[in-house]
T-cell receptor, first 111, second 114 residues
Framework: SQKIEQNSEALNIQEGKTATLTCNYT??????LQWYRQDPGRGPVFLLL?????KEKRKERLKVTFDTTLKQSLFHITASQPADSATYLC??????????FGKGTTLSVSS | NAGVMQNPRHLVRRRGQEARLRCSPM?????VYWYRQLPEEGLKFMVY????????ESGMPKERFSAEFPKEGPSILRIQQVVRGDSAAYFC????????????FGPGTRLTVT
C-alpha cells in the first residue's frame, strides 16, 4: 500500500542553524509533494508544493527538494528562529484526489 | 477574504448521540476535503466533495458517517450514534481545484464523546 513517512518525530536545533526534515514515500510515485506547518490546536498551513519534474523549490528561508530516485523529499529551514517551532507535515497525492499525510516532525528551535 | 470556517470549534456528545460538523470553504473554492486527526497520529483523509457531489469517500467509515456539500450553505460531516473512538479533531480544507492545488485548512472541530 502507499506509504508516506517522516522518520523523525522530533528535531531539536539551535537558533540560526539549518533544520532539515525528511519525507520518504514507498510503493507509489507521487506527482507532487506538499509541505504544511501545524501549530498546536490549529489547522495545517500550506508552505510549499513541488512537482515530480522539479528538483528544488524555494520560498524565503524555506527550500524543498524532490528526489524521485531516492523516493524522498527534504525540507530545509535556513537561519531557523524560535518562531519556526511547530510540527511540519509532508503530504502527497493519493490516486489524484485527496492528500495522504505523514505523521509529522515536531521542530523545536532553542534560542 | 475570510479563511475556511468551521463550527463548532468544540463539540461534546454522549455516546449514541449525533454530531454535526460544519465547514464553509474559502470564497471561490468549490472543492472541500474532510480529515480526521487522532492524538499521535497523522491527518487521515475521509472524504472529498464538490458542490452537490461526493468525489471520493474512500476514507470514510462505511457506517454512521456521511458528508454533504449542498448547492447553498456549508459542507456538513455527520456522525450518527457516536462512540468514544470518534473523539478526534476533524479538519476541513478547501481548494480552488483538485488535490494538486494547495489546500486551505480550517481551525478544526474537536469532538469529545463522553
Amino acid at each position: 500500500s502507499q506509504k508516506i513517512e517522516q522518520n523523525s518525530e522530533a528535531l531539536n536545533i539551535q537558533e540560526g542553524k539549518t533544520a532539515t526534515l525528511t519525507c520518504n514515500y514507498t510503493n507509489y510515485s507521487p506527482a507532487y509533494l506538499q509541505w504544511y506547518r501545524q501549530d498546536p490546536g490549529r489547522g495545517p498551513v500550506f508552505l510549499l508544493l513541488i512537482r515530480e519534474n522539479e528538483k528544488e523549490k524555494r520560498k524565503e528561508r524555506l527550500k524543498v527538494t524532490f528526489d524521485t530516485t531516492l523516493k524522498q523529499s527534504l525540507f530545509h529551514i535556513t537561519a531557523s528562529q524560535p518562531a519556526d517551532s511547530a510540527t511540519y507535515l509532508c503530504a502527497s497525492d493519493q490516486a489524484g484526489t485527496a492528500l495522504i499525510f505523514g505523521k509529522g516532525t515536531t521542530l523545536s528551535v532553542s534560542s | 477574504n475570510a479563511g475556511v470556517m468551521q463550527n463548532p470549534r468544540h463539540l461534546v456528545r454522549r455516546r449514541g448521540q449525533e454530531a454535526r460538523l460544519r465547514c464553509s470553504p474559502m470564497k471561490g473554492h468549490s472543492h472541500v476535503y474532510w480529515y480526521r486527526q487522532l492524538p499521535e497520529e497523522g491527518l487521515k483523509f475521509m472524504v472529498y466533495l464538490q458542490k452537490e457531489n461526493i468525489i471520493d469517500e474512500s476514507g470514510m467509515p462505511k457506517e454512521r458517517f456521511s458528508a454533504e456539500f449542498p448547492k447553498e450553505g456549508p459542507s456538513i460531516l455527520r456522525i450518527q450514534q457516536v462512540v468514544r473512538g470518534d473523539s478526534a479533531a476533524y479538519f476541513c480544507a478547501s481548494s480552488p481545484g483538485r488535490a494538486d492545488y494547495e489546500q486551505y485548512f480550517g481551525p478544526g472541530t474537536r469532538l469529545t464523546v463522553t
